[in-house]
């Protein structure tokens, strides 16, 4: 056992191949803590900002965009579940939610400065409140084409959304 240099004991926990993990059983900073990740990243996905996710989990904004970055690389851009229920649905007979509406949205945020725009492009199942799918970059159509080519596999019929050109551009069953 070893000390953190809070003074907490840190232990090394044997994995059976050999290597020891380190293990602490209280954290002091509580942002380190596993679940805590989880935590802000559904929050990101669920549209809340980096200032409001560090407020309400009582941790540091430089914290919570450390954990987007290290959680980012593991994130995948489509919702599996909600398609292996649609694809599986032959194969299983049972009834699964068809996801005939979604909504579309969009919405930004700055990196260092207000010139320097990221946008959120997302999809979600009007019925559920699932997130589909989702793209982030720049708020061009060539972005909302690959939001449109994730959600192809669902066969949605209806989309809704606000008035922004790409929706209409891209989409002739668009409802405002």
Avoid at 136 to 163: C, N
Wanted: charged share 25%; hydrophobic share 35%; with cysteine.
């Amino acid at each position: 056992m070893t000390k953190a240099e809070t003074g907490n004991p840190r232990y090394r926990c044997c994995n059976g191949a050999g290597s020891h993990t380190p293990l602490m059983r209280d954290y002091a900073n509580i942002g380190w803590l596993p679940e805590m990740k989880g935590k802000v990243v559904d929050r990101a996905l669920h549209a809340s900002g980096i200032r409001d996710t560090g407020r309400v989990l009582n941790v540091s904004p430089p914290t919570v965009i450390k954990i987007l970055r290290d959680k980012g690389k593991d994130l995948e851009s489509i919702n599996r579940g909600a398609l292996s229920s649609i694809k599986n649905r032959d194969a299983i007979q049972v009834v699964v939610n068809r996801y005939d509406e979604a909504e579309l949205d969009e919405m930004w945020s700055f990196v260092g400065k207000k010139s320097n725009q990221r946008w959120l492009w997302h999809a979600i199942d009007r019925t559920t409140s699932k997130i589909l799918a989702y793209v982030f970059g720049t708020r061009k159509d060539e972005l909302f084409r690959q939001l449109q080519a994730l959600l192809e596999p669902f066969g949605i019929g209806r989309f809704y959304s606000d008035d922004w050109g790409a929706y209409e551009r891209h989409l002739s069953t668009v409802q405002n």
